[in-house]
């Protein structure tokens, strides 16, 4: 399919390019001694991740401790309570460990153990990467060092406990407002002394190249499942997909499988408290074209080109930027970015859990109310939603702040 100058028939060949690079986003931005352990990590990537015994062994993974492939499932309630459009949903809450992001920490720890690694190093902000990755190190008996801001550690004690049951060492940063940007700077801090033993997994497809091109490939096993899913379930293609999108891997996992199919693609930001700098984490609706954190892309930032404040009920989709090939799809029209706020995303957490009996994430919840609001405007046809998690970590939130519905 040819779309305002691209031919999407060879776009996983061309996109990124051997530099990293989504037309003008992407690359990677990091001192010189970075650059090596980056080079080294590109360099294995390329091959070993080629290689049939790394993807049999992953294949073999997701069937087997994964619970892949997660099912397709109709949402006729929820469909007939809008009108006539019939809404699908993904099921990536039955990925084990209950989200998407154990995708890709697999295949970045079954990396890290072909590249002979000892460790695997991140950062977490609300804990959901450094719970994925504390278990994909487990499953590989590899060391974990998870940095984390002091006061995101007090924030988050249920998933503090979970990457400790795991056997991860939670590294506590003191430094500045000890969130997740000093956790960020502390972990690559570390990596730049330890990249010998160790590789470093970035949590969504975004970083450096080649992290949002490996990320991507991880997780298209969502977008390839869900095609095949698709078409054997209704004998067509959706008419449009849906995913949230923080830093844009289970988005990235869904839309792969449809960019080269006439099927609209829509990618949802949180609007929090409303469109004010502080109040959301719209990073491509209100961001613009800056770098940060290694990668050139669509951001938020302050007057001084530092990351701007944000905020989201979703602690997963709490990021000033995205991955670099959302900004690619977003200025080439091939993929179209909205917002839906705190309370439209409460209305739809509480909607799904009762006409379906299906509590999905927060983060999952924003794209669950943008296909509500979709499945409104259109008068037939059909839209699937990536429900990239389950929402058993964000109750007790919901319900003290805002009772039951
Ligand atoms: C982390 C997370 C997200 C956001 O991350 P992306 O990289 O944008 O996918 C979405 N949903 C859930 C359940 C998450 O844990």
Do not use: W
């Amino acid at each position: 399919m040819n779309f305002n100058g691209i031919d999407f028939n060879t776009y996983f060949k061309n996109y990124p390019d051997e530099n990293g690079y989504f037309g003008k986003y992407g690359g990677a931005y990091i001192p010189d001694d970075l650059k090596q352990a980056m080079d080294e990590i590109t360099e294995a990537y390329y091959t070993i991740c080629k290689s049939s015994k790394f993807i049999s062994e992953l294949r073999r993974i997701r069937k087997e401790f994964q619970g892949r492939p997660t099912p397709i499932s109709h949402l006729a309630r929820l469909s007939d309570s809008i009108g006539n459009v019939q809404i699908y949903v993904k099921r990536e809450d039955l990925n084990h460990s209950g989200a998407h992001k154990l995708n890709h920490c697999m295949g970045e720890a079954l990396l890290a153990k072909y590249m002979g690694k000892k460790k695997v190093i991140a950062e977490t902000g609300a804990g959901q990467h450094g719970v994925a990755l504390a278990t994909a190190a487990a499953y590989f008996g590899l060391e974990c060092d998870i940095y984390m801001g002091a006061v995101d550690i007090k924030k988050q004690a249920p998933n503090v406990a979970r990457m400790k049951i795991l056997g991860a060492n939670v590294i506590e940063v003191t430094q500045g407002l000890a969130t997740l940007k000093e956790a960020v700077d502390a972990a690559f801090e570390a990596y730049t002394k330890e990249y010998k033993d160790c590789i470093y997994c970035i949590g969504s497809a975004l970083g450096p190249h080649p992290f949002p091109r490996m990320v991507r490939e991880f997780q298209s096993v969502v977008g390839i499942e869900a095609r095949e899913q698709f078409l054997e379930m209704t004998g067509e293609l959706p008419d449009a997909v849906i995913a949230c999108v923080g830093g844009g891997s289970n988005a990235m996992g869904l839309f792969s499988g449809f960019l080269n199919d006439p099927v609209d693609i829509y990618g949802v930001e949180p609007l929090g408290r409303g469109p004010a700098i502080g109040d959301h984490a719209a990073s491509i609706k209100y961001g613009k074209e800056g770098i940060m954190h290694g990668f050139n892309s669509i951001m938020l930032m302050d007057e001084n080109g530092e990351p701007a404040p944000v905020y989201s009920i979703a602690s997963g989709l709490d990021y000033p930027s995205s991955g670099p090939e959302h900004a690619f799809l977003h200025d080439l029209g091939r993929a179209k970015y909205d917002v839906v706020d705190d309370e439209e995303t409460v209305d739809a957490f509480f909607k799904l859990s009762r006409l379906e009996g299906i509590i999905p994430a927060i983060e999952s919840s924003h794209a669950v109310a943008y296909g509500m609001k979709l499945a409104k405007q259109m008068t037939k046809g059909s839209i699937l939603i990536n429900l990239s998690g389950r929402g058993d970590k964000d109750m007790d939130y919901v319900i003290e702040k805002y009772g039951i519905r």
